[in-house]
């Protein structure tokens, strides 16, 4: 679950089980796939009796926005939050240029809101971004603003 939610890569096994390869930078997608929930389909596929060429599943490219979407409803959805070292690593090839901040809106945006109706941690020295336990019950509201 963790992998999940730190969009580390990982590969799922068995039928309905879903895989992940996240790949960051201008012009990369990642992949996530789901294998068929249809155990009968899925061990026939294993037993030679299928006729597709692999494994019966469902495909999804992710595109830089997606993944960048994800980073932010993930990790607002944890206490730690968003850390901005790991924002800029993955996404300087986005309009934000890495930025977390401009793309939180800290200046005059979203995330200045928040801070006015006390819905954020603050930390101070770890450059994170993070919603306190208030903020996150109003987490789908929130991610709205940054779709």
Known sequence: NMAYWNQNCYIGIGSGATSSVYR???????????NTRDIKHYIDYWLG?????????????LD???????????G??????????EYRKRFTDLAWKGNLG???G???????RLIEKNMVQIFDSDNRYALNSEGILFLNQILEEYL
């Open 106 to 112: 800290t200046e005059n945006g979203p995330w200045k």
């Open 102 to 104: 401009d793309r939180l």
């Open 49 to 61: 009796n299928a006729s597709e060429g692999s494994v019966p599943r469902d495909v999804e490219i």
């Open 76 to 85: 607002l959805r944890t206490m730690d939050g968003l850390s901005a070292d």
């Open 64 to 74: 830089q926005s997606t993944q960048e979407f994800e980073f932010l409803m993930m």
């Open 24 to 34: 960051y930078g201008a012009g990369q997608n990642g992949i996530r796939w789901t």
